[in-house]
């Protein structure tokens, strides 16, 4: 059996991506029913949010589901307490630049002790290597194709490179929406398969319709990294939010740029995804949004993923070299 299924007791080894203000309860129902991991993006959402979303889930799905954390001290007690009370099936936990080993070790104790399995996302190797000696379940590497928070290496360089260093599955996360991209990870030994920008145009998916329709029209070069110069790179659609951004860090030091930014990204992202605002929100989303064509139901882009991977692999026998 595929060992991601079987860790977090899944039938299809697919991921959907945690998405503050995106992956709510409707959408991480429809992921987990489907028979992927639907995972709640509460990363930085007050304790009553987080209760009534786990509360609301449960109510839609009895299968497996997560909920997303981010591997900072500031955070960790607080979610800690949420976990230990309510038993979320997986806990989810995001990392920025430079994961620390001894609170890895300290919290994953706790989260397994209360009967969660743990998931972390790296974007380095290093913060991979520190998490599974910390004892995590599962490893998602992120290349930075990816949407939303990033850093500077491609998901084709991260999983060859992780799965040759760890024992435990490693799950491919970064530019992947349908088959071709299922079975290029599996090319590479990746495990299972994290899709993020992908489920923002399910059926399921409560955020506003500008942002589907703009997901579906985005080609090739329709995102840009803003953040480069203060250390918080994100992947977003290139609007007027993005040139601003990014001529704020162009004329200012770092320490100028990140006091400005700060409180403009803050409020941004909620400013697209549930007020519509293309232009002043930021819309965040990965490269693969050039792929993604059409508005269907959380199972269908599962289903059709995982039918046109196996497609693909069934013709690669023949393939001359
Ligand atoms: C709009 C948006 C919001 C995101 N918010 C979060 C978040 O709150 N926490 C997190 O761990 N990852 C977040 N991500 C990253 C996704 O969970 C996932 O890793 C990423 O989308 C995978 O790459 P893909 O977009 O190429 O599929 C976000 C991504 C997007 C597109």
């Not at 001290?73 to 009370?85: A, G, K, M």
């Not at 004329?251 to 007020?275: C, D, F, G, Q, Y």
């Not at 519509?276 to 949004?289: P, S």
């Given at each position: 059996m595929n060992r991601v299924c079987e860790i977090l007791g899944i039938e299809k080894p697919v991921i959907q991506g945690p998405m503050a203000w995106i992956s709510t309860a409707p959408l991480v129902a429809a992921v987990s029913n489907a028979g992927g991991l639907g995972v709640l993006g509460v990363g930085f959402a007050p304790e009553p949010f987080i209760r009534?979303?786990?509360?609301?889930?449960?109510?839609?799905?009895?299968?497996?589901?997560?909920?997303?954390?981010?591997?900072?001290?500031?955070?960790?007690?607080?979610?800690?307490?949420?976990?230990?009370?309510?038993?979320?099936?997986?806990?989810?936990?995001?990392?920025?630049?430079?994961?620390?080993?001894?609170?890895?070790?300290?919290?994953?104790?706790?989260?397994?002790?209360?009967?969660?399995?743990?998931?972390?996302?790296?974007?380095?190797?290093?913060?991979?290597?520190i998490a599974a000696d910390a004892g995590v379940d599962v490893i998602i590497v992120k290349g930075w194709e990816g949407g939303g928070h990033v850093t500077f290496e491609a998901t084709t360089v991260l999983v060859p490179q992780a799965v040759d260093l760890l024992d435990i599955p490693v799950v491919a996360s970064g530019g992947i929406a349908d088959g071709r991209g299922i079975a290029a990870a599996i090319a590479m030994g990746a495990e299972g398969f994290e899709l993020g920008s992908a489920f923002m145009v399910a059926e399921e998916t409560l955020v506003h319709p500008n942002v589907k329709q703009v997901v579906i029209a985005a080609g090739d070069m329709s995102t840009v990294i803003t953040g480069y110069s203060t250390d918080e790179p994100c992947r977003?659609?290139?609007?007027?939010?993005?040139?601003?951004?990014?001529?704020?860090?162009?004329?200012?030091?770092?320490?100028?740029?990140?006091?400005?930014?700060?409180?403009?990204?803050?409020?941004?992202?909620?400013?697209?995804?549930?007020?519509?605002?293309?232009?002043?929100?930021?819309?965040?989303?990965?490269?693969?949004?050039?792929?993604?064509?059409?508005?269907?139901?959380?199972?269908?882009?599962?289903?059709?993923?995982?039918?046109?991977?196996?497609?693909?692999?069934?013709?690669?026998?023949?393939?001359?070299?």
């Open positions: 009534e979303q786990i509360a609301a889930t449960r109510s839609m799905t009895d299968k497996p589901f997560g909920i997303n954390t981010i591997m900072i001290p500031q955070n960790l007690d607080h979610i800690t307490s949420i976990i230990t009370d309510v038993k979320p099936p997986v806990v989810y936990a995001d990392t920025i630049d430079g994961l620390d080993s001894a609170l890895c070790k300290k919290y994953f104790d706790i989260w397994h002790e209360a009967g969660c399995k743990i998931i972390v996302k790296a974007s380095h190797i290093a913060d991979a290597k977003q659609i290139k609007n007027k939010l993005a040139n601003e951004l990014i001529k704020i860090e162009a004329e200012n030091t770092k320490a100028a740029a990140a006091e400005i930014l700060r409180p403009v990204a803050e409020s941004s992202l909620k400013k697209a995804m549930m007020e519509g605002d293309m232009e002043d929100g930021a819309v965040m989303v990965g490269q693969i949004t050039a792929l993604i064509t059409e508005i269907k139901p959380a199972a269908a882009i599962i289903d059709d993923a995982i039918a046109g991977a196996k497609e693909i692999l069934a013709k690669i026998p023949a393939f001359e070299f």
